[in-house]
């Protein structure tokens, strides 16, 4: 009896010592097996129907994996050479800036003739990081105070804000924009394709642009921009997201300099055909602006035609004598009207020194701080000036009836309900007639409206010289009702209607006039009914 028990006993013993040694074994499996976020890649069997074609497949996949993998590491070390080299150069700048530097610039700005330091430039970086929306949200005050995202895919940007060169959905443009994107998703890549430190390089994954999905970025113009990409994994339920920063530099002072216009003459050129009135209207602002306020322009007026020429005349005459001005020019063309053909003949006309030009119509109002504008934004063989002037919409439909009208100065608010920015528009421009003249004036063969000022600023967009292209709060064209002659080309046609249709109200006043017999009907059930409720 004592022997059996003494058996059962040593059995049990030697079964729990079993049962200890494999959990043991399990947990020293699991303490020492490598962790990997990726799942693991099942090798095929030897003996399996298509063992051998299972291996070939996985050793190319490897050999692939392999080749991304070097050609990163090649990309980094060039990087990491210019890097040096770029390093080894602002060091040596940086001793010698030291040595020329009288005393420490502002914070926050670089010139050139200081250097931050690495150390300096990095911590600046780091600073941007924390401030901007990264990391957590920020409180804001309102829902206007919300800088939105776009999104983008491989081909395709989607953003809000809108304008010539922006719409819906677009491919960029821009040479920079498309550089910017293209860049961002190929560091994308490459970072996916780097090995992570305890990772296994036999089973990593190698991404390519085929496996991006979208991304989504936003600018902070005081900080940096923030993009944020998405891409695909193997199994459809399973992403990699990956966020970078790039951060805003330092200012960097380029240019402190002089500019004085005191002896800076403009040249305001006006093409014209008929439309007495509206040249009557142009030279009441002309006097005081051009004449009282600043007093230094000359003004050529090019002439289409015989109609009316006697009460143009007599107009620059009245002016001439009243307030003792010679400084224009009156030149008559007995052919049909070309706006560019006007501008071309008066610019060529003129005999002086060289002169800045200003292209203007009769249509347009602006102030002395627009000729200011023109003088410090134009520079002969260097800039030119293309203002985005604020085009009014039907002074009778803002407000409500033509009695209710105020005068024109009165007029001329810069709001969402007034007008709009014309950034379609390229007629009204400020360039020395020594550049106008090198890129081969307009086209003289385009006749009637429109056309020729496109052509003109593709001129310059084609040169070397900088095209500054701004809206000005002192650039106004005033509403007045345009008539597309049927005699236009299509094009030319579609462009004048387009512009027609662009002139009359904001999208939400022509809503309103869409609508206008419902709304009637609607205050009308309302009178009613406050009628009947009283007693």
Same mark, same amino acid.
């Given at each position: ?32 097996? =490598?962790?990997?976020?990726? $799942?693991?890649?099942?090798? $095929? ?12 497949? *996985? ?46 610039? =502002? ?131 399973? /992403?990699?997201? *990956? ?8 200012? %960097? ?29 142009? %030279? ?53 009207? &070309? ?47 293309? $203002?985005?002037?604020? &085009?009014?919409?039907?002074?009778? *439909? ?7 009208? =105020? ?12 007008? /709009? ?14 550049? /106008? ?37 002192? *650039? ?22 387009? &512009? ?5 109200? &904001? ?29």
């Amino acid at each position: 009896m004592l022997r059996r028990g003494l058996v059962t006993w040593v059995s049990r013993l030697a079964l729990a010592l079993v049962v200890v040694c494999c959990c043991l074994s399990l947990l020293y499996t699991l303490a020492c097996s =490598p962790w990997s976020d990726e $799942p693991q890649v099942l090798l $095929p069997r030897s003996n399996g129907p298509t063992g051998k074609e299972g291996f070939q497949a *996985l050793l190319q996949e490897r050999e692939e994996q392999h080749r991304h993998y070097v050609n990163s590491l090649k990309k980094q070390i060039s990087q990491l050479k210019e890097a040096l080299q770029e390093r080894s150069e602002q060091l040596r700048s940086m001793q010698d800036s030291r040595e020329r530097a009288a005393g420490a610039s =502002p914070v926050g700005l670089l010139d050139s003739t200081s250097e931050w330091s690495h150390a300096d430039l990095q911590e600046f970086f780091r600073s941007q990081l924390n401030r901007a929306e990264v990391h957590q949200g920020t409180r804001l005050p309102s829902e206007y105070a919300v800088v939105p995202f776009e999104s983008f895919s491989l081909q395709k940007v989607y953003q809000l804000e809108m304008g010539l060169t922006r719409h819906p959905e677009e491919k960029p443009v821009r040479k920079d924009r498309r550089d910017e994107l293209s860049e961002t998703i190929e560091m994308a890549v490459q970072v996916l394709n780097s090995p992570r430190e305890g990772g296994n390089l036999l089973q990593h994954k190698a991404y390519s642009t085929a496996d991006f999905v979208e991304g989504i970025s936003r600018t902070e113009k005081d900080k940096g921009t923030l993009y944020e990409f998405t891409f695909r994994r193997d199994q459809s339920h399973e /992403f990699r997201r *990956l966020v970078f920063f790039r951060p805003f530099g330092p200012l %960097m002072k380029v240019k402190n300099e002089m500019v004085d216009t005191a002896y800076t003459l403009i040249n305001i050129i006006v093409p014209l055909a008929k439309r007495a009135d509206k040249f009557r209207q142009f %030279m009441h602002n002309f006097r005081e602006v051009c004449i009282r306020q600043d007093g230094r322009v000359h003004l050529t007026v090019v002439y289409f035609g015989k109609d009316q020429v006697s009460e143009v005349k007599g107009i620059l005459e009245n002016t001439s004598k009243e307030i003792n001005f010679r400084n224009f020019t009156l030149i008559q063309l007995n052919e049909e009207f &070309s706006r560019g053909r006007g501008l071309d003949v008066g610019a060529r006309a003129w005999k002086g020194n060289n002169i800045l030009l200003f292209f203007c119509d009769v249509d347009i109002y602006f102030t002395s701080d627009f000729l200011n504008s023109c003088r410090l934004n134009a520079q002969p063989g260097k800039k030119v000036f293309y $203002p985005i002037l604020f &085009s009014q919409y039907n002074p009778g *439909l803002i407000y409500g009836h033509h009695d209710n009208v =105020p005068p024109i100065e009165q007029q001329l608010v810069i709001k969402k309900d007034t007008g /709009f920015w014309r950034d379609f528009g390229f007629g009204m421009t400020c360039q020395y007639r020594s550049d /106008f003249i090198n890129i081969g004036g307009f086209d003289v063969d385009i006749k009637g409206w429109g056309g020729e000022d496109v052509h003109l600023y593709r001129k310059y967009l084609h040169s070397n010289l900088l095209v500054v292209r701004a809206p000005s709060r002192s *650039l106004f064209h005033l509403w007045h009702e345009k008539r597309c002659e049927d005699e236009l080309p299509p094009e030319q046609y579609k462009m004048c209607m387009q &512009s027609k249709a662009m002139n009359e109200a &904001s999208h939400s006043q022509l809503g309103m006039l869409f609508f206008r017999h419902e709304i009637e009907a609607h205050l009308r059930k309302q009178k009613h009914r406050a009628a009947g409720k009283k007693p």
